[in-house]
């Protein structure tokens, strides 16, 4: 990622980006010049750290301490003495934690739940968003900008409240979803553990898509027109254009879109707590890994454990992103 | 059915009798992407009626009368006012309360954000692409997975359960460095600095009042996004805050929607669901154009 995004901001700056070696003495200015220049690099530099500073500083607090903090926890745990009566020390307990997290049975079908939620619903999203999007941007389309509005205006809706709508259109009695599935004879239970996972996905799908499609549309906004209409001329139909020149243009923004996806099904937790009240028989205390990390740290206060399972989603998150994004760009370029 | 559209255009024959059909598609490929749009817009835009429709019902027409149509009667106002008045007024405070940690989080956020981005922009210190990276780095953390360790680290701090809590971690933003930087590359140029430096301007002046006015469309867009990101929050302030004065408006309706098993006040969580959205639809209607060129940085080629 960090070598594939910078190259972007750098080009526009990067006539600029020469300047301090040479100042900073890998050329060979007069020698009477040379103490000022240097002094006004200096300044510069000054100057460039101030800007940063308070960024950086920040950043670090919540950043980079806290991460640092939660692989130092990881690597501990609490001792309570066996008649509990001096005071629990903690002590070093190398990757026992570690151990734990992975012979931990609710933590492996954690895993497995949000990786096979994953699997079905980041596909279903963007392949909904990409048609979307090809569609508002195809010569066919009317009311565009209508469309564009309403496919967004979920983005606006916080997800706790979006979990909180759907749950009201899950539930019997109120919903008229159910009613209808009644009257046609189905009798659908959003609650169910068979159903659990779908009614989430939906709400997922219903809070991000309409925000992916604007991304990938906005994106084939920006390609310009001349390569389609070369192709046009050429006799290429709609369809052929979409898919052997606009797709393959839009595969940076897929892959953009694919990775903020794998990350949000990782940290799954928002939707599923909203809907445990009402579907306390699908919905177990650790559902997700994030909700597994919380009910760790704040039901068994445990922080040590919580801290090991935050450690392992996050370089999870973090290779299957990097994965993702190699896996997507090979080939390219 | 695209194919369908050249061959009915070839069919017409060598005079061009139909160029409207040409550049707008047959009507066949017309009516079933209309059809589809349509029904995508139906899935996006009916959970929303049927929240406006059932804010405006008793709690007896909530599960009385059809969900997708107004009740007997027309009940907005009495639910709003209760809803104001539940828990002795927790409603409002909690609305001031969101405002605060979004406005103010944002706020701070752009600015500390927009001096990162544009030094990363116009500076090139040496290390440069290695802060950056590790700024783009951060922005692949999943929020939840640091609320844990911020939380502990907040605790022996002694900010647990203060407002402090949650705004500190709301005005750090690495995507808005990410955009300053763009923007700062693409909106700022280079001449017009040295120009300014000629003239005898220093350097943080010319950020204040050079830079940061041609930057200014950025500085919505990262306030924006920013603002949203925070108001959406629900982790965070779910660990950090105990007591539910400092709650923002997530966390208030979270807490009334797991209530319903014991008390059956729907009507409100309805209504304060819908009172919750309002703001925020509305700031994206009025600010459209801001959002398209986050949307597009991005989209950007990577």
């Known amino acids: 990622m960090t070598g594939q995004v910078e190259s972007t901001p750098a080009s526009p700056a990067g006539h600029g980006r020469s300047r301090p070696t040479s100042t900073a003495g890998g050329g060979r200015p007069a020698a009477g010049r040379r103490p000022a220049r240097s002094k006004l690099a200096r300044r510069r530099n000054r100057t460039a750290g101030l800007l940063l500073a308070p960024f950086a500083v920040l950043f670090l607090a919540v950043f980079v301490v806290p991460i640092g903090y939660a692989v130092y926890q990881s690597l501990f745990r609490v001792q309570r003495s066996g008649l509990g009566l001096e005071p629990p020390e903690t002590v070093f307990a190398g ?17 497995g739940r949000v990786v096979l939620f994953g699997l079905v619903q980041v596909p279903v ?11 508002l941007d195809s010569r066919v389309v009317r009311l565009g900008r209508f469309f564009r509005l309403t496919y967004f205006l979920p983005f606006a809706i916080p997800g706790v409240i979006a979990a909180v709508l759907w749950s009201f259109l899950y539930v019997p009695g109120i919903s008229p979803l159910v009613e209808l599935g009644e009257k046609a004879g189905a009798e659908v239970d959003f609650f169910s553990a068979d159903m659990i996972l779908f009614s989430i996905g ?4 219903w809070s991000w898509t309409g925000y992916n499609a604007l991304i990938l549309y906005t994106a084939l906004r920006s390609i310009p027109r001349e390569l389609f209409e070369a192709a046009e001329v050429d006799g290429c139909s709609g369809f052929r254009i979409a898919w052997h020149i606009k797709i393959p243009l839009l595969r940076p923004a897929l892959t953009l879109t694919g990775v903020f996806s794998i990350i949000g099904t990782l940290q799954l937790f928002g939707e599923p707590m909203v809907l445990r009240p009402m579907a306390s028989a699908a919905i177990s205390n650790s559902y997700t890994p994030v909700m597994l990390s919380y009910q760790a740290a704040f039901g068994l206060n445990d922080y040590n454990f919580a801290a090991a399972i935050g450690v392992v989603l996050a370089l999870s998150t973090f290779v299957l992103s990097y994965g993702f994004l190699r896996l997507s760009t090979r080939g390219s370029s | 059915m695209s194919r369908q559209s050249t061959t009915e255009v070839r069919g017409s024959g060598p005079v061009r009798v139909t160029p409207r059909a040409g550049r707008r598609g047959s009507p066949a490929a017309q009516l079933s992407t209309m059809v589809l749009l349509l029904a995508v817009a139906g899935y996006f835009l009916l959970p929303v009626w049927w929240l406006v429709v059932s804010a405006t019902k008793s709690n007896g027409d909530l599960f009385g009368t059809n969900g997708f149509w107004f009740g007997s009667s027309i009940r907005l106002a009495d639910n709003a006012a209760k809803v104001f008045h539940h828990s002795d007024g927790a409603f409002s405070r909690w609305i001031l309360n969101s405002l605060l940690y979004s406005g103010g989080g944002a706020l701070t956020a752009t600015l500390i954000a927009t001096m990162a981005g544009y030094a990363l922009a116009k500076y090139p210190f040496r290390g440069r692409e290695g802060v950056f990276g590790v700024i783009i780095g951060a922005v692949l953390i999943p929020p939840p997975l640091l609320a844990l360790p911020l939380y502990l680290l907040a605790s022996t701090a002694g900010v647990v359960n203060t407002y402090w809590s949650v705004l500190i971690p709301s005005v750090v933003t690495p995507f808005g460095v990410y955009l300053a930087r763009l923007y700062a590359a693409a909106s700022v140029p280079d001449e017009l600095i040295d120009a300014a430096r000629v003239d005898g301007a220093g350097e943080l002046r010319i950020f204040f009042t050079v830079a940061l006015r041609l930057m200014s469309p950025a500085l919505v867009t990262i306030f924006l996004f920013q603002f949203v990101g925070i108001w959406n929050n629900f982790f965070l302030p779910l660990m950090m805050l105990a007591d539910n004065k400092l709650w923002p408006l997530t966390l208030g309706l979270y807490f009334w929607n ?18 919750s959205v309002v703001p925020l639809a509305i700031a994206f209607l009025a600010l459209q154009r801001y959002w398209r060129s986050g949307l597009s940085a991005g989209s950007l080629k990577s």
């Open chain 1, 125 to 135: 999203m963007l392949g909904l968003a990409l048609l979307l999007a090809l569609l």
């Open chain 1, 95 to 111: 990757l026992d934690n570690y151990t734990r997290v992975f012979a931990d049975n609710s933590f492996l079908t954690s895993v």
């Open chain 1, 202 to 205: 939906n709400i997922v799908t």
């Open chain 2, 258 to 275: 797991s209530q319903l098993r014991n008390q059956p006040w729907y009507d409100i969580v309805v209504t304060g669901s819908l009172i």
